[in-house]
C-alpha cells in the first residue's frame, strides 16, 4: 500500500483527524476521494440527505439555512455533511461552493467508525467556533483589527489606458469582482462588476476606454483605519469594495466579503453596541437582539458552554453600562463597593429568559448616611436590568434588599454564619451565594470575601453533608414511560424540565467538589475540571453537562423563532431518536454523580 | 491524438507475458463517445534519469485512478524502479538515491506489470503525457520487441486550451503547478510521483470543468 503523503499530512495536522490514533489515518485517508466543484456550485441542497462527509481542501463553501439566510463561511479545513450523517436526518442547511473548490469526501461509514473514538464525536458535536473564541483575548472585539492586517494579497491593478475588454479579462484571470485603476501611482478609479453589467446592458464595445466606465472618485480607506471603519463605509456609502491607500499608494482592497469573514464576532458587535448607549431604552433595544444571537449561534453549531459564555459576557457588559449611567446620574460612590452577579451569571452560563441575581460588596469605611446612595443605586440598576428584560427574582436575592447590601466584613460573617451552623436557607442559597462574580466596581473588595470563604469552606463538614444530600434530593426525570419522567399538570404537562433535573444537579455537585476542596474556579465546568485534579470522576459529566446545556438552549432556539419565551420544559416527542437517546444517557450520568457524591460526602462527613 | 491512432494492441496480446500488459492489450479500448462522468482514467507520473525516452530510464511509478469525476484515493499506488542504473544528477530534482532505488526497487518487469495491470480498461492521463507515453512504450519496446498504443490525456494540452492562444503567456504558464494555481488548487510539494499524479488528477477534473469537456474524445483531443 502506497501512502498518499499530500492526503496524510493534512488530514493528520488538523482535527478531528488529529484525535485519531496515531497511524489511523494514513488507512482513513485512503478511503477518501477527491472532486473538483466550480464556484456557484450547490454540493449539499437542505434537506437532501447527506451520503458523504466533506473535508474541504481548498476553496470555500457558504452554508445558508433554508431561508436563504447565510450561516456562516466554511474554508480549508472544515468538515460538513457528518451531523445529518449523524442524526441521521435531511441537511438543515445548503452549501454551496463560493470559490473554485477540492473537496476530499468519506461515505458515511467512515463517519460511523469515527464518532467510536470519544473525542472525535465531541468535536464533530462541537463546532469551530470555540477556536475563535478562545483565540481571542477576552473581550477583544475583532472589528478592532486595523485594515492592514486584513489585506491577504497585493492589489489587482490595470492601467487607465487600457479597455473595458482587457479590463475585464484580468478581472476573470484573477476571479475578482472589482479592479483598481491607477494612473501612473496614483489611484484613478475602480471597475467593479456592476460597472461591468452597466456595460453590458448598454451594449458598449469591449474597445470602450476604461476610463468611461470606471467609478472615476471611488470612495477609499486608509490602511491605518479599523475594519469596523471599512464596515461603516461599505453599509453607509452601499458599496462592496474599498480600494485601501497607504498615502497616495494603493495597497490592497477590503470587500464586504473580507468584513463578512469576521461574522463571528457579531457577539461583539452586541456588546460594542450596549456601550454606545445612553438611556436604558437604548440598552432594552439592544438587549432584544440577544435571543436571535443566540439562535444564529446555534445555528452556527457552537457549544452550550460557548453560547453561555457570550451570553454572560454581553450580560457582563449590559450591567458594566447600566452602573456606569447610574453612577453618572448619581454621583460617584462615597465609599468604594463591588457590584457581584450571583448564580449562572457568576458561572458564565446564562442561558435565555433568566432572573437577576446580584449583590453589593461594600468598601468597610461605609457610613450609615452613605447607605440611601446604596439603595438608590441598588434599586436604579436592578431597575434598568428589569427594563432590559431581566426579571427581580423571586427569592428578592437583589442589592435592592438590605440584607445582600452590605459591607464585606458583614459577608464574612454571614457566610462563616452558614458554614458553620447550616440552616435550610443557608442549603438553598447557596446555589446563589457561592458563585459569585464581580461585574463592576472595586473587585479586590470581592477577591477578600472570596478567598475568606474558601478557606473555611473545606472544613465545613456538616454543611458540606446537608449540601451533598440536597443535591441528591432532586430528582432525574428518568422513568419507564417512553424513558422520562414528566410534568403530571399545570402549563408544562407532559414535558420534562431539563433544567432542575439535568443541569441543576450537575451545577450541584460542581459547587460541591469547589466547596470541598477550596477551589476558585465559579464555572461548572472549570469547577469539574479542577475537581479531577483531587480524583473526582468528571469525564461523563463534563458530555452530560454540554448535551443538556446545548438541548436546552436549541428548545429555547426553538421557542424564541416561534414568537414565544425561552423556558427549560421540553416535550420529548419534540426530539429525535438521536436526542432522545443521548439524553437518557445524561440523565443516567447526572443520577449516578448524584449518588455518588451523597454516599462519600455523607459517610464522610455526617456519621 | 494518441486517442484516435488505433494500432491493434490485442493483435500484440500474446507477444508479451501472462499478466498486467496482457490485460492492457486485450481490454476494450472505451469509445471516444464515452462520457466523462463513466470515463476511467489512470493519473500517472514517472520520476525518470533523464528526459529521453531512449537512453533514460524510469526511477519511480505513481498511480491513481480516476473514475468519471471522483478520484478514489484508495486506488493510489508507488513504486520505486531498479535497472540497475544510477540516478545520477536526476536526483538533484526527485531526490531518490541510489540506495533507496536499490533496496526497495521492483524490477522493470514487475514495474510494467503493475503499471498496465492498473492502466487496462482505462486512459492514461498525464501532465505532458509525451513522457509517460514515451518512457512505457520505450520500456515495453525494449523488453517485448512490440510497439504498443496507449490511449491518453494529457493535462498540459488541456491547460493550453484553457489559456487560449494569447500570445505573452508566460513561458512556464502550462506547469502543472502554475496551471494548479490558476484553478484555485492547493499547492503541493513538488516531485514525488504519487503527488505529481494525485495533482495531475486534481488538474484534470478542474480543467474538464472549465472547459465544459463531456467526452472521452473531446479530452483527448489536443
Known amino acids: 500500500m502506497s501512502e498518499l503523503a499530500e492526503t496524510t499530512q493534512f488530514l493528520a495536522g488538523r482535527e478531528p483527524w488529529s484525535l485519531l490514533p496515531p497511524g489511523r489515518v494514513a488507512a482513513l485517508a485512503r478511503r477518501a476521494s477527491g472532486s473538483y466543484v466550480r464556484r456557484g456550485t450547490v454540493i449539499l441542497a437542505a434537506g437532501s440527505s447527506p451520503e458523504r462527509l466533506h473535508v474541504i481542501r481548498s476553496g470555500a463553501v457558504e452554508v445558508l439555512d433554508p431561508d436563504g439566510e447565510l450561516i456562516t463561511h466554511e474554508e480549508a479545513g472544515a468538515c460538513f455533511g457528518q451531523a445529518s450523517i449523524l442524526e441521521q436526518r435531511p441537511s438543515r442547511f445548503t452549501f454551496t461552493a463560493i470559490e473554485d473548490t477540492l473537496l476530499w469526501s468519506f461515505d458515511a461509514d467512515v463517519v460511523a467508525e469515527l464518532v467510536q473514538v470519544p473525542e472525535v464525536l465531541r468535536f464533530f458535536t462541537q463546532s469551530r467556533l470555540s477556536d475563535a473564541v478562545k483565540s481571542l483575548p477576552d473581550d477583544a472585539p475583532v472589528l478592532q483589527v486595523p485594515v492592514l492586517e486584513m489585506l491577504t494579497r497585493a492589489p489587482v491593478t490595470i492601467d487607465a489606458s487600457a479597455t473595458v475588454g482587457e479590463a475585464a479579462r484580468a478581472m476573470d484571470r484573477e476571479r475578482i469582482s472589482a479592479i483598481i485603476v491607477t494612473s501612473g501611482d496614483r489611484l484613478a478609479g475602480i471597475l467593479t462588476d456592476r460597472d461591468l453589467r452597466r456595460v453590458v446592458a448598454m451594449a458598449q464595445p469591449v474597445d470602450t476606454p476604461l476610463a468611461e466606465v470606471m467609478t472615476s472618485t471611488p470612495h477609499t480607506i486608509d490602511a491605518g483605519a479599523l475594519a469596523l471603519d471599512a464596515l461603516l463605509s461599505l453599509v453607509e456609502n452601499t458599496i462592496h469594495h474599498l480600494p485601501v491607500l497607504d498615502g497616495e499608494r494603493v495597497v490592497g482592497m477590503v470587500t464586504s466579503g473580507d468584513l463578512m469573514r469576521l461574522e463571528r464576532s457579531s457577539p461583539l458587535y452586541l456588546a460594542g453596541d450596549l456601550a454606545r448607549q445612553h438611556d436604558v431604552a437604548g440598552l432594552a433595544e439592544v438587549m432584544g437582539r440577544m435571543p436571535s444571537l443566540v439562535t444564529r449561534l446555534l445555528r452556527q453549531d457552537a457549544t452550550a458552554e460557548d453560547i453561555t459564555k457570550l451570553v454572560s459576557r454581553t450580560t457582563g457588559a449590559l450591567w458594566q453600562r447600566i452602573a456606569a449611567l447610574a453612577e453618572e446620574r448619581l454621583g460617584p460612590p462615597p465609599v468604594p463597593y463591588c457590584w457581584v452577579a450571583l448564580g449562572s451569571l457568576a458561572r458564565q452560563e446564562q442561558a435565555l429568559g433568566s432572573d437577576q441575581d446580584h449583590a453589593f460588596l461594600v468598601s468597610d469605611a461605609v457610613l450609615p448616611e452613605h447607605e440611601p446612595y446604596f439603595a438608590e443605586l441598588a434599586e436604579e440598576v436592578t431597575a434598568a436590568l428589569e427594563a432590559c428584560g431581566f426579571p427581580r427574582c423571586d427569592g428578592d436575592a437583589m442589592a435592592t434588599n438590605p440584607r445582600w447590601r452590605q459591607s464585606v466584613t458583614r459577608w464574612g460573617q454571614e457566610f462563616g454564619a452558614w458554614l458553620s451552623s447550616p440552616t435550610a436557607d443557608a442549603v438553598l442559597n447557596s446555589s446563589i451565594f457561592f458563585d459569585m462574580r464581580p461585574i463592576h466596581g472595586e473587585q479586590t473588595l470581592f477577591t477578600a470575601l472570596h478567598r475568606r470563604v474558601l478557606a473555611a469552606a473545606p472544613g465545613s463538614t456538616r454543611f458540606l453533608g446537608h449540601l451533598a444530600s440536597h443535591a441528591n434530593d432532586i430528582e432525574v426525570p428518568i422513568g419507564f414511560l417512553r424513558g422520562f419522567v414528566v410534568e403530571k399538570q399545570g402549563e408544562h404537562r407532559d414535558r420534562l424540565d431539563i433544567k432542575l433535573g439535568g443541569i441543576t444537579p450537575i451545577v450541584d455537585v460542581a459547587r460541591l467538589y469547589a466547596l470541598r476542596w477550596g477551589l476558585p474556579q465559579v464555572g461548572t465546568r472549570p469547577r469539574l475540571i479542577a475537581a479531577a485534579e483531587h480524583g473526582a470522576q468528571v469525564a461523563n459529566l463534563l458530555d452530560a453537562h454540554e448535551f443538556l446545556g446545548y438541548t436546552r438552549l436549541r428548545h429555547q432556539g426553538r421557542l424564541v423563532a416561534a414568537g414565544g419565551e425561552p423556558n427549560n420544559f421540553i416535550d420529548p416527542d419534540d426530539l429525535s431518536d438521536f436526542e432522545r437517546r443521548h439524553l437518557r444517557e445524561a440523565f443516567a450520568i447526572v443520577r449516578r454523580a448524584q449518588q455518588g457524591v451523597a454516599v462519600s460526602f455523607q459517610t464522610q462527613f455526617m456519621s | ?222
Open chain 2, 1 to 222: 491524438m494518441r486517442f484516435f491512432r488505433r494500432r491493434s494492441n490485442a493483435a500484440l496480446a500474446t507477444s508479451v507475458p501472462e499478466g498486467g500488459l496482457r490485460r492492457f492489450l486485450e481490454a476494450p479500448v472505451a469509445p471516444p463517445g464515452t462520457r466523462l462522468e463513466d470515463a476511467r482514467l489512470l493519473a500517472v507520473d514517472l520520476e525518470t534519469t533523464g528526459l529521453d525516452a531512449r537512453t533514460d530510464h524510469i526511477l519511480s511509478v505513481g498511480t491513481l485512478a480516476v473514475d468519471g469525476t471522483r478520484i478514489p484515493f484508495g486506488t493510489a499506488e508507488s513504486y520505486l524502479v531498479d535497472q540497475g542504473v544510477d540516478v545520477g544528477q536526476s536526483a538533484v530534482i526527485h531526490q531518490l538515491t541510489d540506495d533507496e532505488v536499490r533496496a526497495e526497487g521492483v524490477g522493470i518487469e514487475e514495474a510494467l506489470d503493475r503499471v498496465f495491470g492498473a492502466l487496462a480498461g482505462r486512459v492514461l492521463l498525464a501532465h505532458h503525457v509525451a513522457v509517460e507515453d514515451g518512457f512505457l512504450r520505450a520500456a515495453v519496446r525494449r523488453l517485448y520487441g512490440v510497439d504498443i498504443a496507449i490511449p491518453s490525456i494529457d493535462t498540459m494540452a488541456l491547460g493550453l486550451r484553457a489559456l487560449g492562444d494569447a500570445e505573452d503567456l508566460p513561458r512556464d504558464a502550462a506547469r502543472l503547478w502554475r496551471l494548479r494555481a490558476r484553478a484555485g488548487l492547493p499547492s503541493y510539494r513538488g516531485h514525488d510521483a504519487l503527488t505529481d499524479a494525485l495533482a495531475c488528477a486534481e488538474l484534470y477534473l478542474a480543467l474538464a470543468q472549465e472547459l465544459r469537456l463531456t467526452t472521452l474524445g473531446a479530452a483527448a483531443r489536443a
